[in-house]
Structure formats: C-alpha cells, structure tokens
C-alpha cells in the first residue's frame, strides 16, 4: 500500500476519533427534560418538600463521588430540598425500571415525585441548577444560584 494512502487513513481515523469524543464529551452532563407526567416512587425514597435530586451509582464510580457532592451542596443550598443517592449494585432493579445505562446519572424530582430532568453522567452545577429553577420556579426558567 502507498505510505500516502496509510498516513491519509490514519489522519482521517485520528479525526474521526476527535469528533466523536468531542461529541461524547459535549453530551456528557445534560439535561434532558422529561416527556410525560411519570412519577417516581419504589420503597426507601423519601422526596423533598419542594424537590428531590435522586442520583443513581455504583460501587466502582469515580464520577460518583463527585456527582454525589455537588448535589450535596446544591440540595444544602436550596431549603426543601432533597439529595438522595442510591447504590444500583443494592437495588438492580431501578437500574432496569428508570433505563440506566450509566453511572451516575440523576433524575431531577419535583414535589409530587414527578420527573422533570434526566442527566446522565457528571452533573455539570450550572446545568441542574438551571434544571432546578424550572422545578422550585416553574414560571422562569433562569438560572438560580445559592439561598
């Protein structure tokens, strides 16, 4: 085969390759809002008064960790409510009832229970804060910041 063809395939797959992590990365930590009314109820959770930020992992989750702290602080920072983490390696069963298909991944509860975000990955602040403010403000959509 002609060396310029190899190093033409190789720069082309090189490029390929950076688009599609590019891509991955991007989509990482979004927010996708919920269709439907669905409402979010299993034996152990306990909703916040006025919302609950229920996070998925898993024993071997680096981005749980961090995941886990954010919502921590967020839910500190937002009176009523509520950061609940649940271990899916205990209860394999949600994992297959809410389609998980990674760790962490986060479902955004308002009062009721009801689904009003799905982001899988690392929670990004600024993204569930956003998210946030669409449950606790359902009139606005700007983002919130700390009480």
Same mark, same amino acid.
């Given at each position: 085969?002609? %060396? ?5 395939? *190789? #720069?082309?797959?090189?490029? $390929?390759?950076? &688009? /599609?992590? *590019?891509?991955?990365? !991007?989509?990482?930590? @979004? #927010?996708? %809002? ?9 034996? &152990?959770?306990?909703? &916040? ?10 024993? $071997?989750c680096?981005?749980?960790? #961090?995941?886990? @702290?954010?919502?921590? #602080?967020?839910?500190?920072? !937002? %009176? ?10 205990d ?9 998980? /298909?990674?760790?962490?991944? =986060?479902l955004? /509860? ?12 690392? $929670? ?6 956003? +998210? ?7 009139? =606005?959509?700007? +983002?919130?910041? %700390?009480?």
């Amino acid at each position: 085969m002609d %060396p310029l063809v190899v190093v033409i395939l *190789l #720069a082309s797959l090189v490029v $390929v390759a950076t &688009g /599609l992590g *590019l891509l991955h990365r !991007h989509l990482r930590g @979004r #927010a996708r %809002p919920a269709r439907g009314e669905e409402i979010v109820d299993f034996d &152990g959770l306990t909703l &916040g008064e006025n919302a609950t930020l229920l996070q998925f992992s898993s024993e $071997v989750c680096a981005p749980c960790v #961090a995941t886990h @702290r954010v919502l921590e #602080a967020v839910a500190r920072d !937002h %009176p009523g409510t509520r950061h609940v983490d649940i271990d899916i390696t205990d209860r394999p069963e949600l994992a297959e009832r809410f389609n998980l /298909l990674q760790t962490p991944t =986060t479902l955004v /509860l308002d009062a009721r229970g009801a689904l009003r975000a799905r982001i899988g990955g690392s $929670v990004r602040r600024d993204v569930l804060l956003e +998210q946030l403010a669409r449950v606790l403000n359902p009139s =606005t959509t700007s +983002q919130i910041g %700390p009480a």
